[in-house]
Every structure is written in structure tokens, then in C-alpha cells.
């Protein structure tokens, strides 16, 4: 799953390169009506070869996530505590063992 922070590219501009017929519509009627991005954005993002980079090393190195900028880190801890801390620690063995087997077993053709 790549999840990119500011990249030097011109996707702010979707919406007015979308055919006349189609850009009053859908995401790209929001997307027209969105402010631009900061130019600091633009300017301090990644180049498009860095993420693509990251994202070749992700496909051979089997990596599920690949996230481009550091900055939001201790916003996605605190996420990621609040979801651990919403979730009961409760644990029922028999559904475990029950996903174990059910996971392991091959499928029955027929």
C-alpha cells in the first residue's frame, strides 16, 4: 500500500485536463473547486524516482506498506495506540484454534 506525502507532480491539475464533457462531475467537480496546493509543497516534495524507488525495493522485499514522508509518524502512532486501546484484550482460545485449523486445511475439490 503506498502512502505518499508531498511528490513534485502536477496531480492538483487533474481536473483541468479532463475532457470538457466529464469536468463537471463526480470527484473532479471537487477536485476543480480544491485550492491549489501550497507552492512550499511542490517545492519540498519528492521527486517521482524516490517514491518509485521505495516502491521497487517494497515489491522485492515483500514490504505491505510503503510510506513516503517520516513527518506524520507520531500522528500514525497515535492512531494506531487509539485502535489498540479501543480493542477489547479479551481472547477467546477456541476461535484462535478454530482460524488456525480452518487456514491450514487444504481445500476439498468437488
Request: proline fraction near 8%; aromatic fraction near 6%; hydrophobic fraction near 35%.
Amino acid at each position: 500500500m503506498l502512502c505518499p506525502g508531498p511528490i513534485k507532480s502536477n496531480i492538483h491539475q487533474l481536473a483541468q485536463n479532463r475532457p470538457e464533457g466529464f469536468k463537471a462531475s463526480g470527484a473532479f467537480q471537487q477536485a476543480a473547486r480544491t485550492p491549489r496546493p501550497a507552492p512550499g509543497l511542490r517545492r519540498l516534495g519528492w521527486k517521482p524516482e524516490q517514491v518509485g524507488d521505495m516502491v521497487v525495493d517494497a515489491i522485492r522485499n515483500d514490504k505491505l506498506y510503503i510510506i513516503t514522508h517520516g513527518e506524520w509518524r507520531d500522528a500514525v502512532k497515535s492512531r494506531m495506540e487509539a485502535m489498540l486501546e479501543a480493542m477489547p484484550t479479551e481472547i477467546d482460545e477456541a476461535l484462535i484454534a478454530s482460524m488456525r485449523r480452518d487456514f491450514q486445511t487444504e481445500p476439498q475439490e468437488g
